[in-house]
């Protein structure tokens, strides 16, 4: 087989194709393993491409040149699968949730702790031009002291078997709150909704509480009938409202001087609403872009490791308190 070096795309569903989509784009040599061989067929038609491999099963990995691995496979196989390559010594790019519970978390945390590759968890959102804006923004106190904030996550599925609502759409919500808030939240509380069986949770709110009596919440649920995607900053300045599913030219809204003080009090002020400018990109592309580029010039970030790690700390203790409900 070609020794080139490969990109080994682990995964080929829905996300794991647009990875894959991404890796094309970006002429990437790509070795992609995935059980369902019949999606081999659909890509050879697809992307004609030379640049892409097709492994029959793990072992064929022996047989090829490769440093870097993106696991975009089902979330019940991440675990087992990083274990895997770490000990491969690889570097390791591994799509949300990096995996499904305390325990397997804890092992992870155990594993990369003296790792001298790159390990990357896949939060989209630190790579989306409007929700960088709000982060430049925020550090210039343009929203003025923050008062809470509150993200909703709506839609008519995809329903998983193994993964819950909170695994599946919390971790953006979560890591977009510490990217803002820049700290670690407690959890006040967290509740959740069994639906449609007695395993699975198909909606939940968190509550959480940061520093100097910050409030926020998170609602996520994939059994509504619309979809929404709102991220929602209240501040004595200005108010923000980050809504993913408009255009790039009305993504960010902002209510100007929405509070004023009043006998001790906040009261609000007549809406002054206008939309910010941010320049589209892909994210999704330039997260993939950063991987390799982090890769091939070893810039490890333990500081964002450690954060990205911690959404998933909050995440399963979330999932743990409601369990106790």
């Known amino acids: 087989m070609n020794k080139s070096n490969y990109i080994v795309l682990i995964g080929a569903g829905y996300w794991g194709e647009k990875i894959l ?12 393993l995935d059980k369902d061989s019949q999606k081999y067929k659909k890509f050879n038609l697809k992307y004609k491409s030379k640049n892409i491999i097709y492994l029959k099963s793990s072992k064929s990995l022996n047989s090829i040149n490769f440093q870097d691995v993106i696991i975009a496979s089902p979330a019940q196989y991440h675990f087992s699968q990083i274990n895997y390559f770490v000990k491969l010594n690889k570097n390791i790019f591994v799509e949300k949730p990096v995996c499904l519970n305390n325990k397997e978390l804890n092992k992870i945390i155990k594993l990369l702790k003296n790792y001298k590759k790159i390990f990357m968890i896949g939060h989209i959102m630190y790579y989306h031009n409007a929700f960088k804006k709000i982060i430049e923004l925020n550090k210039k106190k343009y929203f003025g002291k923050i008062l809470y904030l509150y993200s909703t996550r709506l839609s008519f599925g995809k329903l998983r078997k193994y993964e819950n609502i909170l695994s599946s759409f919390a971790p953006h919500d979560i890591s977009m709150m510490l990217a803002i808030m820049n700290t670690i939240p407690k959890i006040e509380s967290s509740s959740g909704t069994k639906i449609l069986n007695n395993k699975i949770y198909d909606n939940s709110i968190i509550n959480f509480l940061f520093g100097k009596n910050i409030k926020a919440h998170i609602f996520v649920n994939w059994l509504s009938p619309f979809k929404e995607q709102k991220f929602v900053l209240i501040g004595t300045k ?20 929405p509070l004023i003080k009043h006998k001790k009090s906040f009261v609000l ?16 592309k330039d997260e993939i872009k950063y991987f390799l580029y982090a890769s091939k010039n070893n810039n490890k970030s333990k500081k964002n490791l450690d954060i990205n790690l911690k959404v998933y700390e909050l995440l399963f203790n979330a999932i743990n308190k409601i369990k106790k409900l």
């Open 21 to 32: 989509d991404k890796l094309v784009q970006l002429n990437q040599k790509i070795a992609l």
């Open 238 to 257: 200005r108010m923000m409202v980050f809504n993913d599913s408009e255009n790039w030219d009305k993504k960010i809204m902002i209510i100007n001087k």
């Open 269 to 284: 002020s007549a809406k002054k609403v206008k939309f910010l400018k941010t320049n589209p990109n892909d994210a999704l």
